[in-house]
Each structure stands twice: as C-alpha cells, then as structure tokens.
C-alpha cells in the first residue's frame, strides 16, 4: 500500500537542492516563497523528517547554506529578548489566552516581526530558509500574514513553510480546519 505523504517527503530533498528550485527558474518574477503542506496529525511524522532532512542536505550539497527556523523557538527567543516570556506566562495562568493574545498582538505584530525575522534568517548569506512550527504559534502569529510581511524581506532567497493544514494555491486552512485569508504568492513545494 502506497504512502502519499511518504512520497510526497521523499520528494522534497531532490526538489530543494535543484539548481532550477535555488534560482528561481521558472518562477517568473514571483516570489519564491513554498509551502509543503501536510495533514496536522502527521505532525510528528514531519517533524522528524524535518530533522532528517537538516542532517542530508549537507550532504548532498556542501555548500548549500540552510537556514531552519523554528516559530515557536522564535518567538520565544523574541519575548525573552523583549523580557515580555515570564509576563507573558504570568498573564496567560492569572487572566487566561484571550487576554495573551490580545497583550501580544502589539508586540507580535508580523510587521514588527518581518525586520526580527530577517535578522535571524539572514536571507542574503543563505541559499535557502526552511519555516517550522505554525500550528505551534497560532493564533499569535497568522501564516498569511506572516508571509505577506516577509515577502520584503526576504529578497531573492527562497522560503520553504511546512504547514500543517491544506494549501490549495489560493488560501491556506491551518489543521486543515482554520480558514486563512486568501494567499496565492507562494507555490506547493512538491
């Protein structure tokens, strides 16, 4: 019996270390942001190819520079170093999710995040940036809005979102469920 998600995953480390993927070719003038998405109960099952994937790119190409982020990771990083984590955990156990949320709407703004983000991922000294974690930061960070907010900030460089949920070219659905707004800049990875 065949695995459509195991084929699917077989695929991507031939497709990301392509020439034709690192250029851009065939693109157009579009932005090479990907998405690979992924049924949110396979979660675990991505995460460790993810950790495989990271392990065999060195070694089928070198000099390939790969950035892998973590959201979740990230934007922990992120609070510390605004030394919002310990007030954040405070209000979430003493006034619960909603008042969080809405106590981190400001500072996690994607807008704000976008410059944040690129510092970290330094798109310019890397050939490719892998996204993790979505399903991890929602609802504090929104994978289109997110996305529309890199788009400056990521240059030429291209961008890979493992998303657990459905993308069908025109809008994303998180747990294959939450509706997004409509985004069709980026293409399925494989």
Do not use: C
Not at 69 to 84: H, N, P
Not at 127 to 137: H, K, N, P
């Amino acid at each position: 019996m065949s695995d459509p998600l195991n084929e699917r995953l077989n695929k991507i480390l031939p497709r990301i270390i392509s020439d034709e993927f690192l250029s851009g070719s065939g693109i157009g003038n579009e932005i090479a942001f990907y998405i690979f998405d992924y049924p949110p109960e396979d979660e675990l099952r991505v995460r460790d190819y993810l950790r495989t994937l990271l392990d065999h790119i060195p070694k089928k190409n070198h000099e390939l520079r790969v950035k892998h982020i973590d959201l979740l990771d990230f934007v922990m990083d992120y609070l510390k170093s605004r030394k919002l984590l310990d007030k954040a955990f405070q209000m979430q156990r003493e006034k619960g999710d909603e008042a969080l949320k809405k106590a981190l709407a400001g500072p996690l703004h994607e807008s704000k995040l976008s410059a944040v983000f690129a510092e970290v991922a330094q798109p310019e000294q890397h050939d490719l940036v892998i996204v993790s974690g979505i399903g991890s930061v929602w609802p504090l960070l929104r994978s289109h809005t997110l996305l529309n907010n890199l788009q400056p900030v990521m240059g030429q460089t291209p961008l890979v979102l493992f998303y657990p949920g459905r993308y069908d070219g025109q809008s994303l659905r998180l747990f294959g469920k939450i509706k997004s707004n409509n985004y069709y800049r980026a293409f399925k990875l494989v």
